[in-house]
């Protein structure tokens, strides 16, 4: 576990066997893993969003499971798990309503859009894992974003709002 996003990290550097706030190392790896299922299903919505079949219900997923990986809130192990499996139902659904011409052959993808269940138990996906500290921090800095904005999004469904512009 390495977790450094937020104020309550030891002296400032944070945390590595469990969190200040709580937070198992077990459940900072299943986050990071949700995250990099996220990101396997954002690959294919882009896609589904060029054919026109992108659905609110993907979105609004996406914006709940990045809210789930935010600082104190939630670190129950069985829902992060239960999210990185509906995640991988929502990304194999979009996937399966592609025309064929849209997704190249499974040797071209990158590594997220051919993650599986049962391969993704042993990927090193946490942002740490990265060597280049260029890239590394990139990551960090966009998952962050990622993150705060998932969190506005996320109440804002909540109270019943959304941007009607980018309704699909």
């Given at each position: 576990?390495?977790?450094?996003?937020?104020?309550?990290?030891?002296?400032?550097?944070?945390?590595t066997k469990n969190g200040v706030c709580g937070k198992k190392g077990e459940v900072a790896d299943l986050q990071d893993k949700l995250?990099?299922?996220?990101?396997?299903?954002?690959?294919?919505?882009?896609?589904?969003?060029?054919?026109?079949?992108?659905?609110?219900?993907?979105?609004?997923?996406?914006?709940?499971?990045y809210f789930a990986t935010l600082t104190n809130t939630n670190f129950d192990k069985k829902e992060i798990e239960l999210f990185i499996?509906?995640?991988?139902?929502?990304?194999?659904?979009?996937?399966?309503?592609?025309?064929?011409?849209?997704?190249?052959?499974?040797?071209?993808?990158?590594?997220?859009?051919?993650?599986?269940?049962?391969?993704?138990?042993?990927?090193?996906?946490?942002?740490?894992?990265?060597?280049?500290?260029?890239?590394?921090?990139?990551?960090?800095?966009?998952?962050?974003?990622?993150?705060?904005?998932?969190?506005?999004?996320?109440?804002?469904?909540?109270?019943?709002?959304?941007?009607?512009?980018?309704?699909?």
């Amino acid at each position: 576990m390495f977790c450094n996003q937020c104020q309550e990290t030891f002296k400032s550097i944070g945390c590595t066997k469990n969190g200040v706030c709580g937070k198992k190392g077990e459940v900072a790896d299943l986050q990071d893993k949700l995250i990099y299922v996220l990101k396997s299903i954002a690959f294919y919505n882009l896609k589904a969003r060029a054919a026109g079949l992108n659905e609110e219900a993907t979105d609004r997923f996406i914006l709940d499971g990045y809210f789930a990986t935010l600082t104190n809130t939630n670190f129950d192990k069985k829902e992060i798990e239960l999210f990185i499996k509906k995640g991988f139902e929502f990304r194999d659904k979009i996937k399966a309503k592609l025309p064929l011409g849209m997704i190249a052959a499974e040797k071209d993808l990158p590594t997220v859009a051919t993650v599986t269940p049962e391969k993704i138990g042993s990927l090193d996906v946490a942002i740490h894992s990265t060597a280049n500290e260029d890239i590394r921090s990139l990551r960090e800095l966009l998952t962050y974003g990622m993150k705060g904005m998932s969190a506005y999004a996320h109440h804002a469904y909540v109270l019943g709002y959304k941007d009607k512009q980018f309704q699909s």
